[in-house]
C-alpha cells in the first residue's frame, strides 16, 4: 500500500455512460497525476495537477474527459459517452515536488462493453 | 517526439544476475526512474538517476549515461518474486515531473 487510494478498483459500463473516478493522494503531496494504461504497454500521462491547478492536459485527453482537483487534495476523473476504446487501467500518483519519485495507487480498471 | 525502448520479455534463472536495458532518444532530458510493476498492480518505485553513473540499492542497480542515452536496471540474486514488469520512464525539463514510460519488460524468473 503506498498511500494512494483510487476507487472504484473495478468498473464496468455500458457505451455511452458517463463514469467517474476519484483519487486520493499521500495528503502532504501537492502534484498529482493520472495515468492510462492497457495491457501491454506502459503508462500513458494524461493530466497533471500542482494543487488545484491543472497545469497539463495530453492530446490522448479527448474533451469527454474531465478532470479536477478542487480542494488541492482528492482528485476525480471523468469520462463522457464511453467508448470500447476507453477501457483501460486508470492510474493516479502523487509527488511531494519536481524530481520526487511518484506514488502510485492501485487503479481503477475501466470496461466498456 | 520521444522514443523509449525495452526489450519485451527476458527469463532468468533464481539467483542468477540479470540486466534490463532502456534506451531513449528525446529533447530535454532531465532523468530517468526506473518501476517494478507486478500483474494486476500498481507500478512501484525502484529507482531514479539523473547523473551519470551507477546507483546501488540492495539487490538492485540502476546506471544511466545521458550522452549514449542509456540507462539499465541490474537485479541480483534473483528471487521468483522478481517475476513482474520493469518499467522505464523518463522525465523531462519543465514538463512538470510527468512519467514517460517503455512498453516495460517483462522479467520471468525460473527454477
Known amino acids: 500500500d503506498t498511500g494512494v487510494s483510487q476507487d472504484p478498483r473495478h468498473k464496468i459500463t455500458k457505451r455511452g455512460q458517463n463514469v467517474t473516478f476519484r483519487c486520493d493522494p499521500i495528503?502532504?503531496?501537492?502534484?498529482l497525476y493520472w495515468y492510462r494504461q492497457t495491457l501491454g504497454q506502459g503508462p500513458e500521462f494524461l493530466t497533471y495537477?500542482?494543487?488545484?491547478?491543472?497545469?497539463?492536459k495530453s492530446r490522448l485527453l479527448s474533451d469527454r474527459f474531465s478532470a479536477e482537483r478542487p480542494k488541492g487534495s482528492f482528485s476525480t476523473l471523468e469520462i463522457q459517452r464511453t467508448e470500447q476504446g476507453d477501457s483501460a487501467m486508470y492510474l493516479c500518483?502523487?509527488?511531494f515536488g519536481t524530481g520526487d519519485e511518484q506514488y502510485f495507487g492501485p487503479g481503477t480498471r475501466l470496461t466498456v462493453t | 517526439g520521444q522514443n523509449i525502448d525495452q526489450p519485451t520479455e527476458m527469463t532468468a534463472t533464481e539467483g542468477a544476475i540479470v540486466q534490463i536495458n532502456c534506451t531513449y532518444q528525446?529533447?530535454?532530458?532531465?532523468?530517468l526512474f526506473w518501476y517494478q510493476q507486478h500483474a494486476g498492480e500498481a507500478p512501484t518505485f525502484l529507482s531514479y538517476?539523473?547523473?551519470?553513473g551507477l546507483e546501488e540499492k540492495g539487490r538492485f542497480s540502476s546506471f544511466l549515461s545521458r550522452s549514449k542515452g542509456y540507462s539499465y536496471l541490474l537485479l541480483k540474486e534473483l528471487q521468483m518474486k522478481d517475476s513482474a514488469s520493469y518499467l522505464c520512464?523518463?522525465?523531462?525539463?519543465?514538463?512538470?515531473?510527468?512519467?514517460?514510460f517503455g512498453t516495460g519488460t517483462q522479467l520471468k524468473v525460473e527454477l
Open positions: 528525446t529533447s530535454g532530458f532531465n532523468g
Open positions: 500518483a502523487s509527488s
Open positions: 520512464a523518463v522525465v523531462l525539463r519543465g514538463g512538470g515531473n510527468k512519467l514517460t
Open positions: 495528503s502532504e503531496h501537492n502534484r
Open positions: 495537477f500542482q494543487n488545484e491547478a491543472q497545469l497539463e
Open positions: 538517476n539523473v547523473l551519470d
